[in-house]
T-cell receptor
Framework: EAQVTQNPRYLITVTGKKLTVTCSQNMNHEYMSWYRQDPGLGLRQIYYSMNVEVTDKGDVPEGYKVSRKEKRNFPLILESPSPNQTSLYFC???????????????FGDGTRLSIL | LAKTTQPISMDSYEGQEVNITCSHNNIATNDYITWYQQFPSQGPRFIIQGYKTKVTNEVASLFIPADRKSSTLSLPRVSLSDTAVYYCLVGDRDDKIIFGKGTRLHILP
């Protein structure tokens, strides 16, 4: 089954304790992306990757890092989490750049992070 | 930075046709327009996508005028299960993806 898998689904942690949210897709997609979703603000793009070893900043990259060492994986790293990073996070993938092809994004089920 | 504008919320009744319009003034020449549906605690789910004129699939229609500065998602004969948030998405000239803030659609019995 084609899917985007995020882990963990839920995490409560404390300020400053490094954490990683993993994202894996089994569709051999080139493009992967991370979004955060906050009430009243919709989905905002954090980072995206056009291919292996190619990453770029989205709309709200501050406080986050990503890596793309393999095509299928795109982890989101919070080196020193702060309470303002408490949010619902989604990973997504598509075969090509979304919006410039007729291939839509596939989204994971989300990761709810709470930073105390 | 390009952005989209949608109504924050809409109410409708079962069996009605619902139209949600999205404005995207800075859309690039080669950008597609994509609409997603999101239920609580789930990731967005693709509904429909188009480039120009009209596109129809089994769940919705998408109307795009010639200037492509807006688009309208049309949901025919909605039911209670169509209650969700609907997002309009276009690309940005520097390859970022811009979601709108979404339209919260509430279907009443």
């Amino acid at each position: 089954e084609a899917q985007v898998t995020q882990n963990p689904r839920y995490l409560i942690t404390v300020t400053g304790k490094k954490l990683t949210v993993t994202c894996s897709q089994n569709m051999n997609h080139e493009y992967m992306s991370w979004y955060r979703q906050d009430p009243g603000l919709g989905l905002r793009q954090i980072y995206y990757s056009m291919n292996v070893e190619v990453t770029d900043k989205g709309d709200v990259p501050e406080g986050y890092k990503v890596s793309r060492k393999e095509k299928r994986n795109f982890p989101l790293i919070l080196e020193s989490p702060s309470p303002n990073q408490t949010s619902l996070y989604f990973c997504a993938s598509s075969s090509h750049l979304p919006g410039q092809s007729n291939q839509p994004q596939h989204f994971g089920d989300g990761t709810r992070l709470s930073i105390l | 930075l390009a952005k989209t504008t949608q109504p924050i919320s809409m109410d409708s009744y079962e069996g009605q046709e619902v139209n949600i319009t999205c404005s995207h003034n800075n859309i690039a020449t080669n950008d597609y327009i994509t609409w997603y549906q999101q239920f609580p605690s789930q990731g967005p789910r693709f509904i429909i996508q188009g480039y120009k004129t009209k596109v129809t699939n089994e769940v919705a229609s998408l109307f795009i005028p010639a200037d492509r500065k807006s688009s309208t998602l049309s949901l025919p004969r909605v039911s209670l299960s169509d209650t969700a948030v609907y997002y309009c998405l276009v690309g940005d000239r520097d390859d970022k993806i811009i979601f709108g803030k979404g339209t919260r659609l509430h279907i009443l019995p």
